[in-house]
């Protein structure tokens, strides 16, 4: 299986906005019915934070709801990750992964500090 290409992460101040990307090849991370958005904070356990269907339903964890948007270009074949209103506590590396048992891409990191 192809890893998938994370991008996009920065040093953003508190209320900042970052868009992420997920870039993969065609047959990968797509061929799996779900691709979600995942975030690791130091210290922390790895968390889900979006999910998006193939038919391009979402689902977010409750800390990002009204903040965070996923989304899906299927022509790119890349998922992305509106993130606004950005807080302190989202500190994290932030990783993709087609299903719940796909590869890890390396992860790019999100800094919010003022």
Known sequence: QVQ????????VQPGGSLRLSCAASAG??????VV????QAP????EL?????NMGSTEYVDSVKGR???SR???KTTVYLQMNNLKPDDTAVYYCRGGFNGPWGQGT?????S
């Open 4 to 11: 998938p290409v994370e991008s996009g992460g920065g040093l």
């Open 28 to 33: 990968s991370i797509f061929s799996f019915p």
């Open 36 to 39: 979600g958005w995942h975030r």
């Open 43 to 46: 210290g922390k356990q790895r």
């Open 49 to 53: 934070v979006a999910l998006i269907s």
């Open 68 to 70: 965070f948007t996923i």
């Open 73 to 75: 270009d299927n022509a």
């Open 109 to 113: 990191q999100v800094t919010v500090s």
